[in-house]
């Protein structure tokens, strides 16, 4: 056989194998709804107003492999994950603004913190949160306020692992390289927004006892239960308190402490509860109106029980104990 033929006859298999592989991926989007990639939560750069918001219109899933959460998510036209549009909302209302947390990673919208917040108190609550940090938030509620939005009372979610920098400086990469994905990771990831039978694949291991094991072994299937961040230096949190002492001079605003998780897992306890209380000392100097979550987390003894078991993320009761606090400051407060 010539060589001219083995190549036509190589290039015919490998194009037939691709519209195979193509076809049973289709397949496998259609017979598992869940596992297709168009139907999952992804965020978008909008250079128009310089954010990351989930993409506009979005209707689909947010899910995990090892089946934590898979809820629906609903995007209205501002890019926010919420039923009512900004621009409908009062000088009277609450903006809650923060990162995946206070976005509502892995629950139901109506289990929020913000929405439990709502039904507790009896007011409006919108929510534009979207993951970054307090350059990015105020960006946010620049972007809801050119939406329409009349802005006045904020509830700030500041989660302690990954929100606090030196603003100053605008030097991240000492904090970034820390939150930096492997290859593996990012490979993992592109696969889950463009392949229903990677999916359907992450799916399964994560059921079969054999297959997760031989995972974890072998670093395919890793959790993301991970600590982000160190324990940060004396600049950063002053740098961070500074900025979020500046957003309150133009907005009513109520800073809410979300902690890190490395005060209950890890060898750096102690530092991670020093720098804790550290922070929350800085914000109370500047007046900044605080709510320290550490408390109400630690009270039945077993914190990490209200974060997922494998996801880094508030579980529905977390997220309940986070709208007891802020509606307990609130009314302390007569708002």
Not at 59 to 86: H, L, M, P, T
Not at 128 to 136: E, F, Y
Not at 277 to 282: C, Q
Request: aromatic share 12%.
């Amino acid at each position: 056989m010539g060589l001219k033929k083995i190549s036509v006859n190589l290039t015919i298999f490998l194009v037939s194998l691709t519209v195979c592989l193509f076809l049973l991926d289709l397949a496998i989007g259609f017979i598992f709804p869940f596992c297709n990639p168009r139907g999952i939560l992804r965020y978008r750069y909008y250079p128009e107003d310089d954010i990351l918001l989930c993409v506009k219109g979005f209707r689909g899933r947010q899910w995990i492999s090892s089946g934590d959460y898979n809820v629906s998510v609903r995007i209205n036209g501002d890019g926010f994950r919420d039923k009512r549009n900004i621009s409908d909302s009062r000088p009277v209302d609450f903006f809650v603004v923060g990162d995946s947390f206070s976005f509502g990673h892995g629950v139901d919208e109506d289990k929020r913190y913000s929405d439990q917040l709502a039904s507790m108190t009896g007011k409006n609550f919108f929510n534009i949160s979207s993951p970054g940090n307090l350059l990015h938030y105020w960006k946010l509620i620049d972007y809801a306020r050119k939406k329409g939005a009349p802005v006045n009372k904020v509830i700030l979610g500041v989660c302690m692992e990954n929100d606090l920098f030196d603003y100053e400086a605008m030097d991240y990469k000492e904090f970034e390289s820390g939150c930096a994905p492997s290859l593996l990771a990012s490979v993992k990831e592109k696969l889950k927004l463009y392949s229903a039978a990677y999916n359907l694949m992450a799916y399964i291991s994560q059921k079969n006892r054999f297959l997760k094991k031989f995972g974890n072994r072998f670093g395919i299937i890793v959790h993301t239960y991970g600590i982000i961040n160190d324990v940060y230096p004396d600049k950063v949190m002053v740098s961070s308190a500074d900025k979020i002492g500046e957003l309150c001079r133009l907005y009513d605003v109520t800073a809410v402490i979300i902690p890190s998780r490395g005060l209950w897992v890890g060898e750096k306890k102690e530092k991670e509860l020093q720098a804790h209380n550290k922070f929350i000392r800085l914000l109370k100097e500047r007046n900044i109106n605080t709510v320290d979550l550490k408390p109400y987390l630690e009270k039945d003894g077993d914190p990490l029980s209200h974060y997922f078991k494998n996801d880094a993320h508030w579980n529905i009761s977390g997220h309940r104990l986070a709208a007891e606090a802020i509606a307990s400051e609130l009314k302390k407060r007569r708002q």
